[in-house]
């Protein structure tokens, strides 16, 4: 069972870029659609980005409101899958969370689908 830990979170100012990372053990993120979900204080948990597995194509999805600012990329070798956020905005404040699963394409933003989830990481955007 793969396990994942993500890095990388912490307090900026609205325009500025962070940079999550979401290192796995256990087994390789290639074989697993990789994805980032948020949850912001009060609501509930959204998809942000995915990368899809290697066997089915690889290209990466977006949510509407991170389209354009947002970068998620997989590193095979050093087994790690990172979202690059670049003007970020108050309202992307929240708990960013790494998950892996086998969605459907079809399925890919659909929360339930995942089956393994990091601890989570506080990204804070000041206005």
């Known amino acids: 069972q793969v396990q994942l830990v993500e890095s990388g979170g912490g307090l900026v100012q609205a325009g500025n870029s962070l940079r999550l990372s979401c290192a796995a053990s256990g087994g390789s993120l290639s074989r697993y659609t990789t994805a980032w979900f948020r949850q912001p204080p009060g609501k509930e948990r959204e998809f942000v980005a995915a990368v899809i597995r290697s066997a089915s194509g690889g290209k990466s999805v977006y949510a509407d409101p991170v389209k354009g600012r947002f970068t998620i990329s997989r590193d095979n070798v050093k087994n790690t899958v990172y979202l690059e956020m670049g003007g970020l905005k108050p309202e992307d404040t929240a708990v960013y969370y790494c998950?892996?699963?086998?969605?459907?394409?079809?399925?890919?933003?659909?929360?339930?689908?995942?089956?393994?989830w990091g601890q989570g990481t506080q990204v804070t955007v000041s206005s």
């Open positions: 998950a892996a699963g086998s969605p459907a394409l079809s399925a890919t933003t659909y929360l339930r689908m995942y089956n393994t």
